[in-house]
Each structure stands twice: as structure tokens, then as C-alpha cells.
């Protein structure tokens, strides 16, 4: 069989967007404790710990399952880690995004009922 350079293009191309759409190993159900509470203590627990807050990140409570459930609710979680307009982008720094799998993680949880 003989492969043109088109054909020998598409079959790359199709090779890495498949590694791609594999790269986040998300599990089938996404919980609080288990998979959320690691990641926003990891990647936003420097500025919106419970002993940190009242000094650095505000009024803004994330640190446990009640208070991140409230901010899911009203939208901020996530219009926050992904940078939509009308929010306050996180980890306050312009253009800095969590990485792609966390925030893929956390819409799993919030569309998938915020489970505790
Ligand atoms: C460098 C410090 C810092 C980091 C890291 C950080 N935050 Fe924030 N966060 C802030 C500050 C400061 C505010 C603004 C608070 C205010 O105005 O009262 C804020 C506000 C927010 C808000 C409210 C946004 C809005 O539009 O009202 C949410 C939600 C939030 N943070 C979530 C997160 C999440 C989730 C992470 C981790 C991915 C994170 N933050 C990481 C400092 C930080």
C-alpha cells in the first residue's frame, strides 16, 4: 500500500489529538473529598486557606466543602478558573490558568451535582 504525504499527514495528526484527548485522566465519578479538595489546596490554598483568607485572598471562602459549594452555586468557581468575562480571574494573575485537566476536573464536578 502506498501512502501520500497527505494521507502520511492526517494519520499524525490523528495519532497526537487522540494522545491529547487522553492526556487528563479524569475518574468516572468526581467527588469533593476525593478528587476537588486536593486540587484547590494545591493551586489556591497560598492565598485562600482558612488562616489566609482574612489577610491575602478576601472575603472569598473556597476551603471547605460548604463554602467552595456555595461559590459553585453562584458560578464564580468556575467562571473564575476559566477566565470568563464578569469574574475575577484565578490565581489572580492575569493570563495564568490552572492546568487544562484541573479545570476539567472541577466542570466535572460542578455538572455532575457537586457531590460530596
Ligand atoms: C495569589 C492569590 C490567589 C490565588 C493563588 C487564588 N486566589 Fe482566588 N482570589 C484571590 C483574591 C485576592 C480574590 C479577590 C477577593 C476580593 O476581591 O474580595 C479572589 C477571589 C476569588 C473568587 C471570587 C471571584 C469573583 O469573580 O468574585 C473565586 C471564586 C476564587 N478566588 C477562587 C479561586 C480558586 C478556585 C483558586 C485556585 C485555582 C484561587 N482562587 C487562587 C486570590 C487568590
Same mark, same amino acid.
Request: glycine fraction near 4%.
Given at each position: 500500500m502506498?501512502?501520500?504525504n497527505? *494521507?502520511?499527514l492526517f494519520?499524525?495528526?490523528?495519532?497526537?489529538?487522540?494522545?491529547q484527548?487522553?492526556?487528563?485522566e479524569?475518574?468516572e465519578?468526581?467527588?469533593?473529598?476525593?478528587?476537588?479538595?486536593?486540587?484547590i489546596?494545591?493551586?489556591?490554598?497560598?492565598c485562600?486557606?482558612?488562616?489566609?483568607?482574612?489577610?491575602?485572598?478576601?472575603r472569598?471562602?473556597?476551603?471547605?466543602?460548604? #463554602?467552595?459549594?456555595?461559590?459553585?452555586?453562584d458560578?464564580?468557581?468556575? *467562571? #473564575?478558573?476559566?477566565?470568563?468575562?464578569g469574574?475575577?480571574?484565578?490565581?489572580?494573575?492575569?493570563?495564568?490558568?490552572?492546568?487544562k485537566c484541573s479545570?476539567?476536573?472541577?466542570?466535572?464536578?460542578?455538572?455532575? *451535582?457537586l457531590l460530596?
Amino acid at each position: 500500500m502506498k501512502i501520500n504525504n497527505l *494521507g502520511l499527514l492526517f494519520l499524525i495528526t490523528a495519532f497526537f489529538s487522540c494522545q491529547q484527548k487522553n492526556q487528563c485522566e479524569i475518574a468516572e465519578v468526581i467527588t469533593y473529598e476525593k478528587d476537588v479538595a486536593p486540587v484547590i489546596e494545591a493551586k489556591c490554598f497560598m492565598c485562600h486557606a482558612p488562616d489566609v483568607y482574612k489577610k491575602k485572598a478576601s472575603r472569598v471562602k473556597i476551603y471547605d466543602y460548604k #463554602s467552595l459549594l456555595a461559590v459553585a452555586n453562584d458560578k464564580r468557581l468556575l *467562571g #473564575s478558573i476559566k477566565h470568563l468575562e464578569g469574574f475575577i480571574a484565578m490565581p489572580y494573575k492575569k493570563d495564568k490558568k490552572i492546568d487544562k485537566c484541573s479545570i476539567l476536573l472541577i466542570e466535572k464536578w460542578v455538572n455532575s *451535582g457537586l457531590l460530596k
